[in-house]
C-alpha cells in the first residue's frame, strides 16, 4: 500500500499479530504503518489516518450484526479486503444508521 509517497507493507517485521482483529483476505505485517498510525506525532500520522478512514467508508457493503458481532456482506471481494485491511489496521466500519 502506498500512502502519501510512502509504500508500506514491503517488509513483514511483525511476528505476533495476535492483537489484531481477525480478518479475511489481509496478510500484512508491516510494523512502520501500525506505528505511524498509532503515534499521533508521526509525519505520516493524518494521511494514513484520513486513507484508513475513507477505506472504512467508501464502498458498497452492508453489515449485519449476528450475536453481538457485525458481519461484512460484499459483493466485490476487493471492496471487503479493503474494509478488512482498514479494520486490521484499526478503522473499523460499524456500518450505517438508518
Known sequence: MCIGGIS???KSDVTDLSSRPIVTNVDFADSSLF?????????EHQIIKDNLFFLAICHAIVTENK??????NAASPDELALVNFAKFVGVEYMGLDD
Open 8 to 10: 508500506y507493507g514491503e
Open 67 to 72: 450475536n453481538g458481532k457485525i458481519i461484512y
Open 35 to 43: 506505528n505511524a498510525f498509532i503515534d499521533k506525532s508521526h509525519p
